[in-house]
């Protein structure tokens, strides 16, 4: 059954209809220390200048911005030297998305020649109005500021 209020962003019968993005990042500082970053309560509540709940276990329950999103781990594997890169998956959602209603986000840390970092995301089954908002909301009130804070630049 369709909601007729507004407490969410869709109906149940738009909610199929989902898109996904793709970011990347470049940062100064190597591919562990942003792992790290992504995984600590203090660092990202630094970050955002907002409240944050933060876990490093698989299966992990995680908040950000105040609660404004929610989340579990789903993967984590630490950095490893001779794959060159370190990868983080959340089951990820704005709570303000209709209840139940995940994505995934998929964060991938690649060590480059110098020792810096690319960061790639990709995210899948963002609800297709929330699009433009979600990825807005990684590069400003997360990536732009982790750059700021680590040092680094955006590559498109």
């Known amino acids: 059954a369709e909601r007729f209020n507004s407490s969410y962003v869709t109906s149940s019968a738009e909610s199929a209809k989902t898109s996904s993005l793709k970011i990347k990042y470049a940062f100064s500082p ?8 992504m995984l600590d309560t203090n660092r990202i509540r630094g970050a955002t200048a907002s409240d944050a709940s933060m876990s490093s276990e698989v299966g992990g329950k995680f908040s950000m911005f105040s609660g404004s999103v929610e989340g579990e781990n789903v993967k984590l594997e630490p950095f490893d030297a001779a794959a060159g890169k370190a990868t983080i998956v959340w089951k990820w959602r704005f709570t303000a998305w209709q209840p139940g209603h995940f ?3 998929t964060l991938e840390f690649t060590k480059k020649d110098d020792g810096s970092t690319d960061l790639e ?18 590069k ?8 700021a804070m680590l ?4 590559m498109g």
Do not use: A, C, I, M
């Open 151 to 154: 040092g680094g630049s955006v």
């Open 103 to 105: 994505s995934t986000v």
């Open 140 to 147: 400003g009130l997360l990536f732009d500021r982790l750059k």
């Open 121 to 138: 995301l990709n995210q899948v089954g963002v609800p297709e109005e929330e699009r433009e908002r979600t990825e807005q909301g990684w």
């Open 30 to 37: 190597p591919p562990h220390v942003l792992y790290e970053t």
